[in-house]
């Protein structure tokens, strides 16, 4: 995030510690990183920026729980962490800004204001950071998405789905709860996201029409439309913090395209890079921004990028950072096929560059997101130690138009997607890529529930092995121990609720299928997880047992939904190659 006058940048950075911190350096480069906070706890994770861009606000959790906490750290006082909210919360808690007046701190929390007790929607709350005093300015009827303060502070923004857990319709309320009304809705089943722009008065968004997604600029009741192409594949948008064009972000075929849009002429100007993805956040001058520049060999990094520039420029100096005998990165290939259907399906497959053990598919979560050309360090582990790695975009997917990410709702989770994945390796097979009785599959959260329905449900010669990470087992038990906020988004993919369609949760369970498993399996959980609960682990294991069906577990205490952690990652990777390459019957490869 960058500061609101663009001299600084300040972002989360992991793997450099015990757990994520926050860091914040000049957007100019002139400064090594300046670290603003050092925990072994949790992960701290940047929320906003104070109104004077002199400090930043923060969130930690408590070991991937993700009930956190907030802080505001200065940039003059690196390592003092004030706290803003309660400790060890029994709520879940979004956002956080400081009002201009510096005394009101503005987030989203999902507990009642009457009891105190946690409830499934989010409220909007304005707390007193002198008396400590709470007052509730939004309780909807269901969820609300995040919501945003405008830079003046009179208004804040915000999303809900009262009418239909598919759609999502844009409101607007007063910063002392008076006024509390929708301003933008296409429809009870469309989403629309929405962005303030930097008069305060105005707000640029996003809505779904039919089988694409346009952009307009909605001002006190009217709406003029700037980006109407049923052929673009819109994103989100956003205003910079300190003036500038707004910022378009699209992707085509996985891969980020981003523009600068005037609202004001509608003039509307890519921003062109020969390689890799690059999203601008602000403008710094001379004519370049500050962006966000990666792809499989680059981990994510803040770059200052122009016209006139060959290449991106890092502010945070992440080369020095990196390993000096890190291995050498292997590129993403595009990779595609033909699912049962018809449907092409594209995926990222990484080769080794020695002879390969095997292939492992390595399948996203979400399902909401998509698999993009960016470095990822569990790929590049397997990929070095002998595996050919494929990651699937299956339709559900982000990132190849509004009709394909939607798809997958005709079905509901368990349905033709699961099939994308297999005809995924199929078409390895066939290219030569990999050999029958030689594949595996692993993800994690949807990832990992996709690898349970592969091994529940795909022949041994084409899944031998499979380590679901944090995935659901029985949907019916994870929608009841899930954060109560998540829910919603279970119905959108389901149909409904278990008690609406208690047969289709049922049937797309994979614990109704344990007795079908031949291959080799290994479960990893984080026991923190409060998404993809270890109930899912609990309930499975005893069918296990009850079927008398071998599997291995790997639990870590201090992780949630997720493996993330350094010193956890090093005893899963050499885990994942060796069980991999016992299930292939392949001797070990040192690690």
Known sequence: ????????????????????????APTDGSRPPLRLTQSAEGDTVVVSWAPDGRSVLVSEDRDGDERVRLFRVWLDEPGHMKPLTEPEPDYFLWGGELHPNGR???????????TGEEIEQSCIYRQDLETGEKMLLVRPERNIGPSSMNRQGTHVLYSRNDLDPSGEQVWLVDIEGREDREILNFGARAKVTAAWLRDGRRVIFVAEAGSYRRLGVWDDGTVRWLIDDPARNVGYAYAPPNDGPTVVVGTEQGRVRASLLDVETGVETPLEHSSGNLVPLAPWGD???????????????????????????????????????????????????????GLEVQGWLYRTADESVGTIVLIHGGPTSHAEDRFNAQIQYLVSHGFDVLVPNYRGSTGFGLTFQESIKEDGWGGREQEDIRCGIEALIEAGVSEPGRVGVTGTSYGGYSAWWAITHFSPQTVVAAVPICGMTDLVVDYNATR??????????????PEQVPDIYRERSPIEFIHNIRGKLLIVQGLKDPNVTPDNVHVVTEVLQRENIPYDLLTFEDEGHGIARPENLRILYPRLADFFQQAFHKPPRPN
């Open 287 to 341: 004519g370049r921004w500050v962006c966000t520049y990666y792809d499989s060999r680059h981990p994510v990094d803040l770059v200052l990028f122009g016209e006139t520039d060959a290449e991106p420029s890092s502010i945070t100096d992440l080369p020095r950072h990196m390993p000096p005998d890190l291995p050498r990165l292997v590129a993403a290939e595009d990779f595609r096929w033909r699912s049962v259907d």
């Open 104 to 114: 009101w701190l503005v987030y989203d929390a999902n507990f009642d204001p009457e």
């Open 484 to 497: 109560p906020d998540l829910r919603p988004y279970s119905e959108e993919m389901m149909g409904g609720s």
């Open 1 to 24: 995030m960058v500061s609101p006058d663009g001299g600084w940048v300040a972002w989360s950075w992991s793997r450099l510690g015990p757990a994520a911190d926050v860091f914040a």
